[in-house]
T-cell receptor, first 114, second 112 residues
Framework: AQSVSQHNHHVILSEAASLELGCNYS??????LFWYVQYPGQHLQLLLK??????LVKGIKGFEAEFIKSKFSFNLRKPSVQWSDTAEYFC????????????FGAGTRLAVHP | DGGITQSPKYLFRKEGQNVTLSCEQN?????MYWYRQDPGQGLRLIYY???????QKGDIAEGYSVSREKKESFPLTVTSAQKNPTAFYLC???????????FGEGSRLTVL
C-alpha cells in the first residue's frame, strides 16, 4: 500500500533560519507530489506540486521542493522562514495516471519564533 | 466568491446518534472528497466521488455513508457504527484527475 512519511512532527525555528521538512513516500510507479499548508484557523491550501519535468519546483511564499526519485523523497525547503510561516505542513502523493486519490503524511507542525 | 462551504463548523452529538455534515461547492468541480483529520495521523480518505450518482470508498469508510445527488453537494453521514467519530472532517473538490484539491474549512465533530 502507498504511504507517506514525514520525519518531523514538530519543528521550532527562529525567524530567518532555514527550513527543510522531510517527506518520503512508498510507491513503485510514477507519482504526482504535493505539499499543502494549513495556517492556524485557515483551510488547507496548496503550497506547491510536482507532476513531471524539473524536479526542483517552486511554490508560493518562497517555498520550494525537490523531487529525488532514487530516494523516493520530496523535501520542502525555505531559505529564511518568517513568523507568518507558522503552520502545519502536509506532504501528499498520488499515482500518476490514476484517479486523484491523495495519500497524506501525518503532517509537520512548524512554529517560528520572532 | 467560489469555494467550498462546510457546515456546521462545530457539532456536538451524543453517542448512538447519526450525524450529517454538509459540503457544498460552487467551483463546478466534478470530483469531491471527504477526509478525516486526527492529530498525528494526517488526513485519511473516507469517501470520494468522481461524478454525480457515483462514489467510492476510501481507506476508512466503515461507519460512514455519502450521497452525490447533485454535482455541487456531497454530504457525509457519520453513523452510530463509527467507533471513534470525534474528529475534524474536511471536504475537498478537484477539477479533474491529478488536479489540485481545494478544501473547505472543516467541521469539528465531538461525540459526548
Amino acid at each position: 500500500a502507498q504511504s507517506v512519511s514525514q520525519h518531523n512532527h514538530h519543528v521550532i525555528l527562529s525567524e530567518a533560519a532555514s527550513l527543510e521538512l522531510g517527506c518520503n513516500y512508498s510507491y513503485g510507479g510514477t507519482v504526482n507530489l504535493f505539499w499543502y499548508v494549513q495556517y492556524p484557523g485557515q483551510h488547507l491550501q496548496l503550497l506547491l506540486k510536482y507532476f513531471s519535468g524539473d524536479p526542483l519546483v517552486k511554490g508560493i511564499k518562497g517555498f520550494e521542493a525537490e523531487f529525488i526519485k532514487s530516494k523516493f523523497s520530496f523535501n520542502l525547503r525555505k531559505p529564511s522562514v518568517q513568523w507568518s510561516d507558522t503552520a502545519e505542513y502536509f506532504c501528499a502523493v498520488t499515482p500518476s495516471g490514476g484517479y486523484n486519490k491523495l495519500i497524506f503524511g501525518a503532517g509537520t507542525r512548524l512554529a517560528v519564533h520572532p | 466568491d467560489g469555494g467550498i462551504t462546510q457546515s456546521p463548523k462545530y457539532l456536538f452529538r451524543k453517542e448512538g446518534q447519526n450525524v450529517t455534515l454538509s459540503c457544498e461547492q460552487n467551483l463546478n468541480h466534478d470530483a469531491m472528497y471527504w477526509y478525516r483529520q486526527d492529530p498525528g495521523q494526517g488526513l485519511r480518505l473516507i469517501y470520494y466521488s468522481q461524478i454525480v450518482n457515483d462514489f467510492q470508498k476510501g481507506d476508512i469508510a466503515e461507519g460512514y455513508s455519502v450521497s452525490r445527488e447533485k454535482k455541487e453537494s456531497f454530504p457525509l453521514t457519520v453513523t452510530s457504527a463509527q467507533k471513534n467519530p470525534t474528529a475534524f472532517y474536511l471536504c475537498a473538490s478537484s477539477i479533474a484527475q491529478h488536479g489540485e484539491l481545494f478544501f473547505g474549512e472543516g467541521s469539528r465533530l465531538t461525540v459526548l
